[in-house]
Nanobody, 125 residues
């Protein structure tokens, strides 16, 4: 089992940057594929990025490629999402997720068994 707690959300102007952090509990953190999803008001949860248990492999949604970077520190049980060149359409609640099975390129919400409580990101025009 793993518990996830996100932080780092906030209000930023378009073109700005934010860094989200996710603290994970549990002694087997390095066994999990980790990722981020986001949910805009009135919309479904969408895949943003994921990383393999070692951090060597990553996957991104087309909408964030070249702007967002996912990384992890297994020694600290942490996952990060560096978000640059933010756009108003990046606004939403960002969730840290974990999967104990499957490859690093999981993109369906149902494939992740563990979710954080979410952190709000608002990008103003």
């Amino acid at each position: 089992q793993v518990q996830l707690v996100e932080s780092g959300g906030g209000l930023v102007q378009a073109g700005g940057s934010l860094r989200l952090s996710c603290a994970a509990s549990g002694r087997t953190f390095s066994h999990y594929t980790m990722g981020w999803f986001r949910q805009a008001p009135g919309k479904e949860r969408d895949f943003v990025a994921s990383t393999s248990n070692s951090g060597d492999s990553t996957e991104y949604a087309d909408s964030v490629k070249g702007r967002f970077t996912i990384s992890r520190d297994n020694a600290k049980n942490m996952v990060y999402l560096q978000m640059n060149s933010l756009k108003p359409e990046d606004t939403g609640v960002y969730y840290c997720v974990a999967s104990s099975a499957g490859p690093w390129y999981l993109k369906s919400p149902g494939e992740y068994g563990y979710w954080g409580q979410g952190t709000q990101v608002t990008v103003s025009p």
